[in-house]
């Protein structure tokens, strides 16, 4: 008995289904939901950015520090670049280095903390010890150092953020392995005679990811803020616009134009807190005692 | 023992329905039961049962989910315990004796304070400290505890679980209950140590003619332990009977299962001398 | 038929050590010094309470965890030399069922990718024939494939995964299985249903059963041999009718003291033939009997 389309289609019913009740559990956390519209719209925002710019991101033209008006919905700056546009083109920017470097982070610190998690002994104390030295200098200090002795380049930049949170990453990873490595059904596969790569990416992983999803979102908020904090102190790439580089611009005309400073800040607020909400919806999700329902009967 | 006919505690019609997932879940449905003062009831069931759910209505201690429906009438000597409000049921625990012990111990001690504070949180009624000390001493000792007073000055990790459990039940004893509802009591500790707890639950209930509910999925504990025993299948008592008409002529098939599944793992046949 | 399987002798596993400061050795034997040997189709129990290092004897026998000393072999072959193909021959022919059906299944793994999992790793189906070895296995076990191959863990009841558990074990055919408190966590009428099936699987495929337990009932039901464990040491063995029925040792005695008994008759009987032997209060006599 060969697998025939029919358990095909049901199989793949069974995972559409699957996902499809994965969102509407989401959607039944308090912010879940919120977190991850507010996180669609930004992205979706960001990625059809042509669509809904006027001007590229670097193109001049209009005049210089108007106030929002119908004609430039969020006003010009200084430059005479139309906000609206810069806002959108930064969007880009500052979700990539959310999404990449809390991708890095994941991969440097997902294969640290798995490894050491799964195999202990002398390789995990090694790979803690560099955890722990990584965590101990602060995310900005690493970030600062390899940007002035690197330059402000945009990927660099990426890479540098990352390096800066992943211990985090790795940390976490490393707890969920140890616990879930004695759990009784890693025992039984290990029994079984399955490969260590089945173990650790068939059987512990998925068991660890909402964990992990939680952890990965915080770091895309701490990445954007990080980032944020990079622009505003001038040390980002100036060929490529994010909300932190238009803060640090904008901040100087704080007093004729407030457009300027306000509506990166408050993107850089959206973002993180889409990132956040989703991270709390997630937990609220695979964890429902961390939900505080108000008790019926009191004891 | 003139009030006899007179119930300490008495259900009638109690519904627990419970929404899970969006799903009605009917885990109490419709429930009759009585304890007459100085009885060991037995609730026997399995896992979904509603055994435990009944247990916690009955005492309004319902856990933290969302109720559908919770109907019915508990009463505690005469008074409805569904319709108290919270200051009454806790005046009620505090000093007129309706007291309760879980199933895991630990998570119903705290791991910061030693067993003397913890005691003396239950003994807050009495005058001073030497009252306490003293009230304190005796619970333990009266729980098969003879080292009270250093038992008093431990942390409950220092403890063993039988100990734990039977801290538990001595707390459970400092407002002088009348009756005593035990939720799986031993299922968490060792059978040496679970035979010690049942053996000081027995003697509670013999000696200060404390009243008991114990939920249980252990016949043998029942068998051990109780004069009445209500069987719970499904949210509903499918029997009820005295102790020794339950297990030698069971009327009901589910009870009879139950019986033979218990029969067959407490099949003695290496044994057989020593019973 | 006695061939033994496995034999460990002098297994000894210590926990914690030496810091690295030197100093005192701070370590405990949670199994400290014992020998057994597990024979084709026989079913040894194990018997001992929390903190008698069973479950630590379990692991170590199916080579999870190595022992701080001593040696376990199988077939005569020391584990501790084992090349690759010897540890597949091994896990191939030396099964685990665990206490909690629950923790011992995969919660985001369906049922059937679970038993593929085990089958494809050793061979025994092609992925032409992997549902029908499927469905057999499930039957086996007395669930019915259609029914239950495509479930997860979460959507059965704690004896359906314990069956499919023992499925697991089964499916690569082995010569002994090591169960740790297979039913502990079970409901009684399940508990029943479960050791009928190991009892059914064992007699019907000569195999070899170790049985970690701390329920004299279940023990008594079941096994050939007993060991009686405290604190890390055997302190008696000997064939079940022996060790049960005549302990030698003032544990055992208070293990089956401690037994009850679903007879409400004879409970109160025992209990007053015990009161009468023993004084007024028998707990205080079984917490003096314990070593």
């Given at each position: 008995?060969?697998v025939?389309?029919?358990?095909i ?8 289904s699957?996902?499809?009740d ?5 959607f039944?956390?308090r912010?879940g939901?919120i ?8 992205t979706?925002?960001?990625v ?5 710019a006027?001007?590229g ?5 209009a ?5 929002p008006s ?11 670049r139309?906000?609206r ?9 500052s ?5 990449c470097?809390a991708?890095m ?5 997902g294969?640290?903390?798995?490894l050491?998690g799964?195999f202990?002994?002398?390789l995990?104390?090694?790979?803690l010890?560099?955890?722990?030295l ?5 995310a900005?200090?690493i970030v ?5 002795l ?7 930049q ?10 985090i ?10 616990t879930?490595?004695?759990?009784e059904?890693?025992?039984a596969a290990?029994?079984a005679?399955?490969?260590t ?5 068939r ?5 660890a990811?909402p964990?992990?999803?939680v952890?990965v ?5 701490t990445?954007i ?7 505003f102190l001038?040390l980002?790439?100036?060929t490529?616009?994010?909300?932190g ?5 904008g901040?100087?005309?704080l007093?004729?134009a ?9 993107a850089?607020?959206v973002?993180v807190l889409?990132?956040?909400l ?8 695979f ?13 | ?13 109690v ?9 009605i ?12 003062p ?6 026997v ?5 509603g ?7 009955m005492?309004?201690l319902l856990?933290?989910?969302?109720i559908a ?13 569904l319709a108290?409000?919270?200051d ?5 625990r505090?000093?007129?004796?309706l ?20 005691m003396?949180?239950?003994l ?7 009252a306490?000390?003293?009230?304190s ?7 098969g ?23 538990l039940?001595?707390m459970a004893?400092?407002?002088d209950p ?9 299922t968490a ?11 000081t ?5 013999q000696?200060?003619n404390?009243?008991m509910?114990?939920?249980t999925?252990d016949?043998g504990?029942?068998?051990?332990l109780?004069?009445?025993?209500y069987?719970?299948?499904g949210?509903?008592?499918v ?24 029969r ?12 | 038929m006695?061939v033994?399987?496995?034999?460990g ?11 690295w400061?030197?100093g005192?050795d ?5 199994v ?10 026989e079913t ?7 903190g ?13 965890v ?7 072999a199988?077939?005569g072959q ?15 022919s030396v ?12 919660p985001?793994?369906r ?8 089958l494809r ?17 499930l039957a ?5 494939a ?20 023992i ?8 010569k002994l ?8 966590s ?10 009928d099936?190991?009892v ?10 170790v ?7 279940v023990?008594?039901a079941i096994a ?9 040491k ?6 079940t ?5 005549n ?6 005695r ?6 009850l008994?679903?007879?409400?008759r ?8 015990m009161e009468a032997a ?14």
């Amino acid at each position: 008995m060969s697998v025939d389309a029919n358990t095909i289609g049901r199989l793949q019913r069974s995972r559409k289904s699957a996902s499809l009740d994965l969102l509407r559990r989401l959607f039944r956390t308090r912010f879940g939901g919120i977190g991850l519209v507010i996180l669609m719209v930004i992205t979706l925002l960001s990625v059809f950015a042509p669509l809904f710019a006027t001007t590229g991101p670097l193109e001049l033209g209009a005049p210089s520090m108007q106030p929002p008006s119908g004609q430039y919905l969020l006003g010009t700056d200084s430059l005479g670049r139309d906000l609206r546009s810069v806002m959108l083109y930064a969007g880009r920017s500052s979700l990539t280095i959310g999404f990449c470097a809390a991708a890095m982070a994941f991969l440097i610190g997902g294969t640290v903390g798995a490894l050491a998690g799964y195999f202990r002994g002398p390789l995990a104390a090694v790979l803690l010890r560099i955890t722990d030295l990584f965590h101990t200098l602060p995310a900005i200090i690493i970030v600062l150092f390899s940007v002035s002795l690197l330059g402000a380049n945009f990927w660099l930049q990426v890479a540098a953020v990352a390096l800066a949170i992943w211990p985090i990453e790795a940390r976490i990873v490393y707890g969920q392995f140890i616990t879930l490595s004695e759990r009784e059904f890693v025992l039984a596969a290990r029994a079984a005679g399955l490969s260590t790569f089945h173990i650790i990416f068939r059987e512990i992983l998925p068991n660890a990811l909402p964990t992990v999803i939680v952890q990965v979102s915080l770091d895309a908020s701490t990445a954007i803020l990080i980032e944020a904090g990079l622009g505003f102190l001038g040390l980002s790439d100036p060929t490529v616009p994010s909300w932190g580089e238009m803060l640090n611009r904008g901040q100087e005309y704080l007093e004729l134009a407030w457009w300027m400073s306000v509506f990166p800040g408050a993107a850089i607020c959206v973002a993180v807190l889409g990132f956040n909400l989703f991270a709390d919806g997630v937990t609220e999700m695979f964890n429902p005692r961390a939900s505080a329902a108000p008790p019926k009967l009191e004891g | 023992m003139s009030d006899v006919a007179q119930p300490l505690l008495s259900a009638r019609n109690v519904k627990v329905h419970l929404r899970v997932h969006g799903r009605i879940v009917k885990a109490v449905d419709g429930v009759d039961l009585d304890v007459l003062p100085g009885q060991c009831v037995g609730i026997v069931g399995e896992s979904g049962s509603g055994k435990s759910t009944l247990g916690r209505a009955m005492t309004r201690l319902l856990p933290n989910v969302e109720i559908a429906e919770l109907s019915g009438s508990v009463k505690f000597c005469g008074d409805d315990v569904l319709a108290m409000s919270s200051d009454t049921m806790r005046a009620l625990r505090r000093h007129r004796g309706l007291s309760m012990v879980f199933q895991d111990p630990l998570s119903y001690l705290n791991p910061t304070l030693r067993i003397e504070r913890q005691m003396a949180e239950s003994l807050r009624h009495l005058p001073d400290r030497r009252a306490v000390q003293a009230k304190s001493v005796e619970l333990l000792q009266q729980v098969g505890l003879a080292d009270a007073e250093r038992v008093l000055g431990l942390y409950p990790h220092e403890l063993s679980g039988g100990m734990r459990q039977r801290v538990l039940i001595a707390m459970a004893l400092a407002p002088d209950p009348q009756i005593l509802v035990a939720d799986e009591p031993t299922t968490a500790l060792d059978a040496t140590v679970q035979y010690q707890v049942i053996q000081t639950l027995r003697r509670l209930n013999q000696e200060r003619n404390l009243a008991m509910l114990i939920i249980t999925h252990d016949l043998g504990m029942v068998a051990e332990l109780c004069d009445q025993v209500y069987v719970m299948h499904g949210g509903k008592i499918v029997e009820a009977a005295d102790v020794f008409t339950l297990f030698e002529a069971p009327k009901h098939d589910y009870t009879a299962s139950l019986l033979a599944a218990a029969r067959r793992l407490h099949q003695t046949k290496a044994l057989g001398g020593l019973a | 038929m006695s061939v033994p399987i496995i034999t460990g002798r002098a297994i000894v596993k210590s926990f914690g050590g030496r810091s690295w400061f030197g100093g005192a050795d701070t370590s405990k034997r949670a199994v400290d010094t014992i020998d057994l040997d597990v024979n084709e189709g026989e079913t040894l129990a194990i018997v001992g309470e929390s903190g008698s290092g069973k479950s630590t004897l379990a692991r170590m026998l199916l080579g999870l965890v190595k022992p701080t000393s001593g040696e376990i072999a199988y077939y005569g072959q020391a584990m501790s030399g084992f090349s690759a193909p010897d540890w597949a021959k091994f896990r191939k022919s030396v099964q685990p069922i665990f206490q909690d059906p629950a923790s011992s299944l995969n919660p985001r793994m369906r049922v059937d990718t679970t038993l593929a999992n085990v089958l494809r790793r050793h061979k025994l189906a092609t992925a032409a024939t992997m549902d029908s070895a499927i469905g057999e296995l499930l039957a086996s076990v007395g669930l019915d494939a259609t029914q239950f191959h495509d479930r997860y863990p979460h959507q059965l009841s704690g004896g359906q995964q314990q069956r499919i558990a023992i499925a697991r074990a089964m499916a690569v055919r082995p010569k002994l299985i090591i169960a740790d408190e297979p039913l502990s966590s079970l409901d009684m009428s399940v508990q029943a249903q479960i050791l009928d099936l190991l009892v059914s699987l064992k007699t019907s495929r000569n195999l070899g059963l170790v049985l970690i337990s701390h329920d004299l009932n279940v023990v008594d039901a079941i096994a050939d041999r007993v060991i009686v464990m405290y604190l890390g040491k055997v302190v008696e063995a000997g064939p079940t009718r022996q060790v049960l029925g005549n302990p030698a040792s003032d544990y055992t005695r208070s293990l089956l003291a401690a037994k009850l008994v679903a007879d409400p008759r004879l409970a109160r009987e025992r209990r007053l033939a015990m009161e009468a032997a023993m004084g007024k209060h028998p707990q205080s006599t079984i917490q003096g009997a314990s070593p």
